[in-house]
C-alpha cells in the first residue's frame, strides 16, 4: 500500500495562489490513480481532482475547473496541486488520495482507498 504525506498548505488572500504537493512512498507509484479531496468545517468531504496513472487524464469538479491544475511526477513520486484564483470558499484541509489503477484512464472518487493525513488551506478575503 501507497504511504502518501502532504505539503504546502498555508494562508493566502483571495486571489493568491497556493502549490499543494503530495509525496508517495512506493516503488509502484506510476500504478496508482491519484487526487485531491476538501473537506470544510461542518461539511462533507468532497472531490476536487483527480489524475490516472499515466498523467495523461484528469478531472475536476465544476467549483475549481479553471483554477486549479492537478499533475504528478511519476519520476519524483510526487503530485501536485496548483490552484490559482483562490476563494474563501476553497478554505478546507485538503488530502490527497490514490486508488491502485494501472491502465485505468479514470476511477470513480468512491475507490480511493490511500488516505494522507491532510493540509489547512485558508483562504482569507
Known amino acids: 500500500q501507497v504511504q502518501l504525506q502532504e505539503s504546502g498548505g498555508g494562508l493566502v488572500q483571495t486571489g493568491g495562489s497556493l502549490r499543494l504537493s503530495c509525496a508517495a512512498s512506493g516503488r509502484t507509484f506510476s500504478g496508482y490513480a491519484l487526487a485531491w479531496f476538501r473537506q470544510a468545517p461542518g461539511k462533507e468531504r468532497e472531490f476536487v481532482a483527480e489524475v490516472d496513472w499515466s498523467g495523461r487524464n484528469t478531472y475536476y469538479a465544476d467549483s475549481v475547473k479553471g483554477r486549479f491544475t492537478i499533475s504528478r511526477d511519476n519520476a519524483k513520486n510526487t503530485m501536485y496541486l496548483q490552484m490559482n484564483s483562490l476563494k474563501p470558499e476553497d478554505t478546507a484541509v485538503y488530502s490527497c488520495?490514490?486508488?491502485?489503477?494501472?491502465?485505468?484512464?479514470?476511477?470513480?472518487?468512491?475507490?480511493?482507498?490511500?488516505w494522507g493525513q491532510g493540509t489547512q488551506v485558508t483562504v482569507s478575503s
Open positions: 488520495a490514490a486508488a491502485w489503477g494501472p491502465e485505468l484512464s479514470y476511477v470513480p472518487p468512491g475507490d480511493f482507498d490511500s
